[in-house]
């Protein structure tokens, strides 16, 4: 076992839901995600599917794309509100 596969772990995130902090879980493993048990509530990661990490990967590229799309229009409006906050 290499040195790396002993240090991943999962990470605890503190992240704000609604107004409240809430920890949340991520994991550092490629093709792995991280599951909580329905009762108790704790994290533990479990392997990906091959169908999940393929499908994962398909939504990631359209996405890529659409935000590309957007991306002109994000910086048009970005400018504009800028020029506005320089006028005042």
């Known amino acids: ?5 002993l ?8 992240v704000i ?3 409240k ?6 994991t550092d493993r ?6 909580y048990d329905p009762k108790t509530g704790q994290a533990k990661e479990v392997r990906m599917s091959p169908a999940e990490i ?3 990967m398909i939504a990631s590229r359209k996405s890529r794309a ?3 799309a957007k991306s002109g ?4 409006r970005r400018a504009i509100s800028m020029r506005r906050r320089k006028s005042w």
């Open 73 to 76: 229009q994000t910086s048009r």
């Open 17 to 19: 839901r609604k107004g």
């Open 30 to 35: 490629d093709g792995y995600k991280v599951k």
């Open 21 to 26: 902090m809430k920890i949340k879980y991520q």
């Open 54 to 56: 393929r499908k994962r």
């Open 66 to 68: 659409k935000r590309k």
């Open 7 to 14: 240090c991943e772990a999962l990470k605890r995130r503190k």
């Open 1 to 5: 076992m290499e040195l790396k596969e």
